[in-house]
C-alpha cells in the first residue's frame, strides 16, 4: 500500500512507519505532550509534518538510551525553546545519573549473585542427604538452601515477585540499599 502523504502533511499511519512506531504509539505520546496535536484535515484526519517526523525520533533516539518518558517531555521541552546547550546540558546529567543507578543495580546484582553461588554451592553439597522427608514439610528441611532464621530478615519490607528481583527503577535507589544490606546479611549466615 503506497504511504498517503496530504498536502502539507502526513497521515499518521506514514508518519508511525517513517519512524518506526506504530499509530497507538503517535496517539500515546500525542496525549502525553510529546507531541503536539496535530491539524485536521477537513476529513477529521491528523496532518503531521516534517516537525513532527523529528520529535518523534528525538523521542525514540531518547528511549534507547533508557530514558523514562517524563525525562523525555523535559528534553522535548527544552528542545523547543530553540537552543541546543540546555538539551544537550540536560542529557549529560541525565545520563550521569543513569550509569549512578545502574552502577548501584549491578552492585547490587553482584551482591546478589554471590550470595546465590554461596547457596548453589550448599544446594550441591546436600544434594543426595536423604535424611529427611520432604512430604511432611518439616521445619528442619534442608531442601532450599535458606534457613528459617534468614526469611525474617530477607523478606522484611519485601513483597511479592521482587522478593529476590531486581527493584523497580522508580524506587530503584531505596530498594538497592535495603537489597545490598539484606543479601550481605544474608552471605554472612551462610558462613
Not at 477537513?42 to 520529535?55: I, K, L, Q
Not at 540546555?86 to 549512578?100: D, F, G, N, S, Y
Amino acid at each position: 500500500m503506497p504511504e498517503q502523504s496530504l498536502v502539507g502533511g502526513l497521515h499518521i499511519g506514514t508518519l508511525a512507519r517513517r519512524v518506526g512506531m506504530t499509530p497507538d504509539t503517535v496517539r500515546y505520546y500525542e496525549r502525553l505532550g510529546l507531541l503536539r496535536r496535530p491539524a485536521r484535515a477537513d476529513n477529521g484526519y491528523r496532518v503531521y509534518g516534517t516537525t513532527d517526523v523529528g520529535r518523534l525520533l528525538f523521542v525514540r533516539r531518547a528511549k534507547l538510551l533508557g530514558m523514562p518518558l517524563g525525562q523525555i517531555r523535559e528534553l522535548v521541552a527544552l528542545a523547543e525553546e530553540g537552543r541546543c546547550q540546555p538539551v544537550r546540558h540536560r542529557v549529560v546529567e541525565l545520563l550521569q545519573a543513569m550509569l549512578a543507578e545502574y552502577e548501584t543495580r549491578l552492585t547490587a546484582l553482584r551482591a546478589f549473585k554471590a550470595n546465590l553461588e554461596e547457596r548453589y554451592e550448599l544446594a550441591l553439597q546436600q544434594e543426595d542427604d536423604s535424611e529427611l522427608i520432604c512430604a511432611t514439610f518439616p521445619t528442619s528441611c534442608d531442601c532450599l538452601p535458606v534457613a528459617l532464621h534468614e526469611m525474617e530478615s530477607l523478606t522484611r519490607g519485601q513483597s511479592g515477585d521482587q522478593e529476590f528481583g531486581v527493584p523497580p527503577r522508580d524506587a530503584a535507589e531505596r530498594s538497592l540499599r535495603q537489597r545490598t544490606r539484606l543479601l550481605s546479611q544474608g552471605a554472612r549466615c551462610l558462613s
